[in-house]
């Protein structure tokens, strides 16, 4: 059994690494209240340009503050704890069904061949990393 949940999460790290999709796990209203309040505080000292010089420090030191938040989502599905990975595992196989494979590369080429099916299990992926972990998905171009 413990084999067959590193294969889907290999799956899973081929769709999300195919889709070029990151997540930032709840950093980036940090990032956003200290640029917020720090325009607010120079707009209070020094007025529209105190806003100006505030907006800019604080966005600086936001960006310093969540540095690293934003992960490649194969990055953030081999972090999963075991009772995590089992989780995304289950949602997964309800829509897989009865697919039998006997490797890895087995298993991915029989889900990237069926269109519908790597639509499916991506929007599941992408469901469970959104509501589980609380994460924002987002689109590399």
């Not at 081929?14 to 956003?32: C, D, F, P």
């Not at 529209?48 to 992960?71: D, E, H, Q, Y």
């Not at 989502?73 to 995304?88: A, K, V």
Request: one cysteine or more.
């Amino acid at each position: 059994m413990c084999q067959r949940v590193d294969d889907v999460m290999k799956l899973c790290c081929e769709l999300s690494a195919n889709q070029q999709v990151q997540t930032t796990v709840k950093q980036s209203s940090k990032g956003a209240a200290t640029a917020g309040g720090l325009a607010f505080a120079g707009g209070l000292v020094g007025g529209p340009l105190g806003i100006a010089v505030g907006g800019a420090v604080g966005g600086l030191l936001g960006c310093w503050l969540t540095s690293g938040t934003f992960k490649p989502l194969p990055q953030i599905i081999m972090e999963l704890t075991p009772q995590q990975q089992q989780m995304l595992y289950r949602d997964l196989m309800v829509i897989m069904g009865d697919i039998q494979w006997t490797e890895v590369a087995q298993l991915i080429a029989l889900v990237m061949g069926n269109a519908t099916l790597k639509q499916q299990l991506t929007g599941a992926l992408l469901g469970y990393v959104t509501k589980e972990l609380q994460a924002k998905v987002h689109y590399v171009d």
